[in-house]
């Protein structure tokens, strides 16, 4: 049972345009969410996260939303530039302390030029 | 900088081998994970650790384990390597949210 999802394995948009990368969950106990970034031969870096008793977290052109009734949780890069390609995974934490994380299997975004 | 450093980033072991990954953080950090990242599969974690000596399981412990030693140090141990262990291993480190990942160690079993 995969309790997170990340159900479009690729995304691709155009350099200033919005790029929406989203995450489903099913655990209940999940209350931390996580955005991580990877580019290829190098590990994931962390972006962005957020707590359950928000419903939005922003950090320069990056902004996660949170909606607890879904289960689902988007990233959104405003706006998206080249630099931004790379596999993106959503996490999720039944621990703010950052017990051990839930991977999605990861978006692949390209930003074209 | 603070760091998580992998010793390897790349290794080529024969089927039956017994492997030693190692993975060093500089944050004095509590909480250690060892993942294993594969295609279409994401990232999915082999073993976990809060302190030292102390060591869970994660969601695919099977063929591995895991030595903590010391608080700055945890080692997964590959007791004999087979080719569906050839995969990117990921060692990460926190102590309150969001992980910090070395660069990956890329094991090839042959």
């Known amino acids: 049972d995969q309790q997170v999802k990340q159900n479009s394995p690729s995304l691709s948009v155009q350099e200033g345009r919005i790029s929406i990368l989203n995450c489903d969950y099913t655990n209940s106990m999940f209350d931390y969410f996580l955005w991580y970034k990877k580019y ?19 950090d320069g052109r990056f902004t996660v939303f949170l909606n607890k009734s879904a289960k689902h949780l988007s990233l959104h890069i405003v706006p ?31 930003v074209k030029p | 900088d603070v ?7 790349y290794l080529v072991k024969r089927t039956g081998e017994k492997v030693f990954l190692e993975c060093v ?12 990242q594969d295609p279409g599969l994401g990232l999915r974690l082999i073993y976990f650790s809060y ?6 399981k994660g969601d ?7 030595s903590r030693e010391k608080k700055e140090r945890f080692s997964l141990i590959l007791e004999s390597a087979s ?14 949210g969001g992980y910090t990942f070395g660069s990956g160690t890329r094991l090839t079993v042959v």
């Open chain 2, 60 to 66: 695919i412990p099977e063929g591995y384990s895991v």
């Open chain 1, 80 to 110: 998206s530039q080249p630099g931004d390609s790379a596999v993106y995974f959503c996490a999720a934490s039944a621990n703010t302390n950052a017990g051990k994380s839930t991977f999605g299997d990861g978006t692949t975004l390209t």
């Open chain 2, 51 to 56: 302190d030292v000596k102390m060591k869970e």
């Open chain 1, 40 to 58: 290829p031969a190098e590990g994931p870096t962390f972006l962005i996260s957020i707590s359950s008793i928000k419903d939005k977290n922003e």
């Open chain 2, 3 to 9: 760091k998580v450093t992998q010793s390897s980033r």
């Open chain 2, 83 to 96: 080719t569906n262990q050839t995969s990117m291993y990921l060692c990460a480190s926190t102590q309150k």
């Open chain 2, 25 to 36: 953080q500089d944050m004095d950090h509590e909480n250690m994970f060892w993942y294993r």
